[in-house]
């Protein structure tokens, strides 16, 4: 079956780095999105990975291990309006995202 | 640029009745999507449409229909809603469909939707 492994909840502090990891299983793999969600809004994409290896923009990037089947988004430099869902999805062989239930980040001051 | 949007922004809705979420993007994309999203519940895929004239199952379609006449457009129908359909619908729109960056999902707004 297809499946997206991702925390519930997470933690961090105003000013630090954090990592939110995913696994992934997909009928095929044809890459790795990331997407912001704050509460009540719609996700927004932050990132895609397709090939191994690390992709920055700006204060978040976005790695990817195929091998693995793993993935994770790394916020640096956190700010308050950073809290928000962040949902990782694959892209299956059909082309069609699977979707985790998303990581709950809460930014403490 | 309006992108993407969608109407009624809630609604509370009598169990078997019938109704129709509207969605339209004015960016050109040729595929479409819609999901529900339910509490601790990733986003789930209902029906899509790669391009104008086409429509396809996702992971739920059950219970729910939806139409492409045309580019801008991707209503979905709930026919006799239940309440299992409470949610919150998003439409989203893309590009294309392979798998490139260039095709990322965009979102509309969402329909919170109450089936009482």
């Given at each position: 079956g297809q499946n997206i492994d991702q925390p519930t909840e997470m933690t961090a502090t105003e000013g630090a780095i954090v990592q939110i990891n995913c696994t992934y299983q997909t009928?095929?793999?044809?890459?790795?999105?990331?997407?912001?969600?704050?509460?009540g809004e719609a996700p927004?994409?932050?990132?895609?990975?397709?090939?191994?290896?690390l992709?920055?923009?700006?204060?978040?990037?976005s790695f990817l291990s195929r091998s693995k089947g793993y993935s994770y988004l790394?916020?640096?430099?956190?700010?308050?309006?950073?809290?928000?869902?962040?949902?990782?999805?694959?892209?299956?062989?059909?082309?069609q995202l699977i979707w985790g239930a998303g990581t709950k980040l809460i930014i403490k001051p | 640029t309006a992108g993407i949007t969608q109407a009624p922004t809630s609604q509370i809705l009598a169990a078997?009745?019938?109704?129709t979420l509207r969605c339209t993007q004015d960016m050109r994309?040729?595929?479409?999507?819609?999901?529900?999203?339910?509490?601790?519940?990733?986003?789930?895929?209902?029906?899509?449409?790669n391009t104008a004239g086409t429509t396809g199952k996702g992971e739920v379609p059950d219970g729910y229909s939806v139409s492409r006449a045309n580019t801008d457009d991707f209503p979905l129908t709930?026919?006799?809603?239940?309440?299992?359909?409470?949610?919150v619908y998003f439409c989203a729109s893309s590009p294309g469909t392979s798998g490139r960056v260039s095709n990322e999902q965009f979102f509309g707004p969402g329909t919170r939707l109450t089936v009482l």
């Amino acid at each position: 079956g297809q499946n997206i492994d991702q925390p519930t909840e997470m933690t961090a502090t105003e000013g630090a780095i954090v990592q939110i990891n995913c696994t992934y299983q997909t009928s095929g793999f044809n890459g790795l999105f990331w997407y912001q969600q704050h509460a009540g809004e719609a996700p927004t994409f932050l990132s895609y990975n397709v090939l191994d290896g690390l992709e920055e923009k700006g204060r978040f990037s976005s790695f990817l291990s195929r091998s693995k089947g793993y993935s994770y988004l790394l916020l640096k430099e956190l700010q308050m309006k950073d809290s928000a869902s962040y949902l990782c999805a694959g892209m299956d062989s059909n082309y069609q995202l699977i979707w985790g239930a998303g990581t709950k980040l809460i930014i403490k001051p | 640029t309006a992108g993407i949007t969608q109407a009624p922004t809630s609604q509370i809705l009598a169990a078997g009745r019938s109704m129709t979420l509207r969605c339209t993007q004015d960016m050109r994309h040729n595929a479409m999507y819609w999901y529900r999203q339910d509490l601790g519940l990733g986003l789930r895929l209902i029906h899509y449409s790669n391009t104008a004239g086409t429509t396809g199952k996702g992971e739920v379609p059950d219970g729910y229909s939806v139409s492409r006449a045309n580019t801008d457009d991707f209503p979905l129908t709930l026919a006799s809603a239940v309440p299992s359909q409470t949610s919150v619908y998003f439409c989203a729109s893309s590009p294309g469909t392979s798998g490139r960056v260039s095709n990322e999902q965009f979102f509309g707004p969402g329909t919170r939707l109450t089936v009482l």
